[in-house]
């Protein structure tokens, strides 16, 4: 049974549909006298045979409309068979006007063009109103429920983004206005969108346009620029999106569904990196690539740059059952039936580490599994020295015995003149690797580059975490200064140092400049939409052990030279003398977890590491 709201609510739309029609009737019917006359004054005798047929021809056209069901549709929903409805109705009604109008008087004082205009006019009197109203509705439900859109920038991209909003039959976005900051572009407009200001109207615009979206269209502004921008969207407190750089667009179109939100790589100014693919596949494609630490941030994210590269075999070793598993089922499932072998292994075990060799003959080596967590490792230094030292030997000694082609350390920036263990024990692993350069055939290199954005125990999901929490954001010290990357961009860099080394080799990769980590909190509690230290607040807690405030790239006695590859440099340096004793000596510390021992044999390697005990003097470790 049918509501009595809604019964009334059909029956008064009815009810004004029928006196519409009612009047367009005498309407359609006169005026097709009228232009039968030229649009002039209709003569007399016609004009009164025109008036004193109206009932007649009203009655006739009303009853014709309702038989036909011209009162069933609703005008928002007018459609294709409401059309065909009117038009059978019109046409049933005319022929039937003018056979009884023809049986009454002969059609006596009617001109014979009325009828075809009569017909004409009903249908467009009958079939326009209906469809407008339709149109009319349809958009005000668009505008009413599409975002209101502001586009920052009239170029290309802009242009690109307003057509691509402006074909969307479902019409999501609806674009309100343009800003840029060049001056000629001003009061014009963009597919009838007007430019209206610059950047800095934003917030004002915001507020004047009702805005619920920015996007930001513009793929090739710089660090500086995202920085400006979104400073000014922040200021407005309206959500905002931006468009990949024009590099990750494979088409060069930009289109709706390519937006994203703005990331911290946008605000740090990474630029792309350019590989130099034929080297890569001379040098990496069809082999057999084995990689520690899979199953970790680098590691994974190596393996997939691997991939895609061409390479014949993965053979991935972790000693994470988790990580190993994970990343397993992410590449059976984007590679199908690749040929890769996974290996449960710590790097530390020689036996298992020398079978696997011997059995999977690796050509190329990517060493990624380290412990790199400075603050935790600074009261471990056995596992340190354990995972980071001992480990590196064992497998640079396996690829060494197994006469693999190339062996690649991933080192860190905290190895110059470390101030913590972890940078001491990779500093020894760069030592390691050199030693093991000028006894093998197999080309040993190193490759060193600072943070990596994303990776596990940075400080960037560290970050996110408080954000999301309510903060506070922990910062060690406001000017401390950090080097970083992304991890895709790290691992590109490092298969392309691969194939640049001929052995020996320490490279350092392009860091770009410097970020304060207190401008970095700053940024991402803006990314988040908040305001830093009104609505969440950052906390200074000091520097951590081992922590220093600058991170540096080369040590002083390191010269540089450039590279083939613009983003990578490579560093020239002597390993110390009589390396192979105080390794020997560490690693026998390390077995009888002598720590004081340890920390001796750690500092005659890496003199300028300055955590050994006083009376270092006295122990084997020096000059043995």
């Not at 979206?213 to 407190?237: D, F, G, K």
């Not at 960037?460 to 401390?480: M, S, Y």
């Not at 609505?535 to 000091?542: N, Y």
């Not at 790239?553 to 560093?571: C, D, G, S, W």
Request: proline share 5%.
């Amino acid at each position: 049974m049918i509501p009595m709201t809604r019964w009334y609510e059909r029956l008064r739309t009815r009810t004004a549909a029928m006196v519409h029609d009612a009047l367009m009737v005498p309407l359609a019917w006169l005026f097709a006298y009228w232009v039968r006359f030229n649009l002039e004054s209709i003569p007399p005798p016609f004009f009164e045979a025109a008036l004193q047929t109206i009932p007649l021809v009203l009655a006739v056209c009303s009853g014709f409309y309702w038989w036909f069901g011209l009162y069933r549709g609703v005008w928002h929903f007018a459609s294709l068979p409401d059309l065909l409805r009117i038009l059978k109705a019109v046409t049933a009604a005319t022929a039937t006007v003018f056979l009884l109008l023809f049986f009454v008087n002969r059609l006596a004082d009617m001109p014979r063009s009325v009828p075809l205009l009569f017909w004409g006019l009903q249908l467009a009197l009958l079939a326009g109103p209906r469809l407008f109203y339709r149109w009319l509705k349809d958009r005000r439900l668009t505008l009413n429920s599409a975002q209101r859109v502001l586009i920052v920038g009239a170029g290309r991209a802009g242009e690109m983004l307003v057509r691509d909003m402006l074909r969307d039959p479902a019409r999501t976005y609806q674009p309100i206005a343009f800003v840029d900051d060049r001056p000629h572009r001003q009061g014009s407009a963009i597919h009838e969108v007007p430019i209206r200001g610059t950047a800095e109207h934003i917030p004002a615009l915001v507020s004047h346009l009702g805005i619920d979206l920015i996007l930001l269209a513009i793929p090739s502004a710089t660090a500086r620029q995202m920085q400006r921008l979104v400073e000014y969207c922040e200021q407005a407190a309206c959500p905002f999106r931006t468009v990949p750089p024009l590099d990750s667009l494979m088409s060069g179109q930009v289109r709706i569904d390519q937006l994203r939100a703005v990331s911290i790589e946008d605000l740090l100014g990474r630029q792309p990196v350019a590989l130099d693919w034929d080297s890569l596949r001379a040098g990496l494609v069809g082999r057999r690539i084995l990689v520690t630490g899979a199953g970790g941030s680098i590691g994974a994210e190596l393996c997939r740059q691997l991939l895609h590269a061409g390479v014949e075999r993965l053979i991935l070793v972790d000693h994470s059952e988790l990580n190993l598993y994970q990343l397993e089922m992410e590449i059976t499932k984007r590679e199908g039936g690749f040929r890769h072998v996974r290996a449960l292994i710590d790097v530390t075990d020689q036996i298992a580490v020398d079978a696997l060799f011997a059995r999977e003959r690796p050509q190329v080596v990517f060493h990624a599994a380290a412990y790199k967590h400075v603050p935790m490792l600074e009261n471990q230094l056995r596992v340190a020295v354990r995972n980071n030292v001992a480990g590196t030997r064992i497998v640079a000694e396996a690829a060494a015995d197994h006469q693999c082609e190339r062996f690649v350390l991933i080192s860190t920036d905290k190895a110059v003149n470390p101030a913590n263990v972890m940078g001491a024990t990779k500093r020894v692993a760069e030592i390691i690797c050199q030693q093991f350069a000028t006894d093998s055939s197999t080309r040993f290199v190193t490759v060193r580059f600072g943070n990596v954005l994303g990776s596990t125990g940075s400080v960037v999901p560290l970050f996110q975490h408080q954000i999301a929490q309510g903060g506070p954001v922990t910062v060690t010290d406001p000017e401390v200064e950090r080097f970083f990357m992304t991890i895709p961009e790290a691992c590109q860099l490092i298969m392309q140092a691969a194939v640049l080394g001929n052995g020996g080799e320490i490279f350092v990769l392009d860091m770009g400049e410097p970020v304060k980590i207190g401008f970095l909190a700053e940024q991402m509690i803006r990314l988040f939409g908040f305001e830093p230290g009104r609505e969440i607040a950052i906390e200074i807690i000091g520097l951590r052990p081992g922590e220093k405030r600058f991170e540096e790239l080369f040590y002083t006695n390191e010269t540089t030279v450039t590279t083939q590859h613009p983003k990578i440099r490579m560093a020239q340096s002597v390993a110390p003398a009589q390396v192979g004793n105080q390794l020997a000596l560490l690693e026998q510390a390390l077995a009888a977890q002598d720590e004081a021992k340890m920390r001796c044999c750690l500092q005659a390697l890496v003199p300028n590491w300055d955590q050994a005990p006083q009376d270092c003097t006295e122990q084997a470790c020096i000059n043995s």
